[in-house]
Nanobody, 119 residues
Framework: QVQLVESGGGLVQPGGSLELSCKGSGFTFSSFAINWYRQVPGKGRELVAGIKTDGIRNYKDFVKGRFTISRDNAKDTVYLQMNDLKPEDTAVYFC?????????????WGQGTQVTVSS
């Protein structure tokens, strides 16, 4: 059974830090690119950062210099270190695993973890 489980969310003050984790199971984790998305009520999910199977990372401009994505394939886990958090970072953060393979594209989602940045 495929699962992606996010953890590490919570309430933090502006300027604070959190580290989110995304643990996968039931599939070959190392063969999938892993992305973090976030969503606020009334809006669609937006990509935050991603890391490919070869370790290449990409970030949206609004988190560059503040967030760092990393992966540990031995633990089937991807991390999102979030520093200098701002109130506008408040959202539910979702982990996504995706693989593009001829006639066999796959995409899996976790249930999300709430991040609230507030004083």
């Amino acid at each position: 059974q495929v699962q992606l489980v996010e953890s590490g969310g919570g309430l933090v003050q502006p300027g604070g830090s959190l580290e989110l984790s995304c643990k996968g199971s039931g599939f070959t984790f190392s063969s999938f690119a892993i992305n973090w998305y976030r969503q606020v009520p009334g809006k669609g999910r937006e990509l935050v950062a991603g890391i490919k199977t070869d370790g290449i990372r990409n970030y949206k401009d609004f988190v560059k210099g503040r967030f760092t994505i990393s992966r540990d394939n031995a633990k089937d886990t991807v991390y999102l270190q979030m520093n200098d958090l701002k109130p506008e970072d408040t959202a539910v953060y979702f982990c996504n695993a995706e693989r593009f393979q001829y006639l066999d594209d796959r995409s899996y989602w976790g249930q999300g973890t709430q991040v609230t940045v507030s004083s």
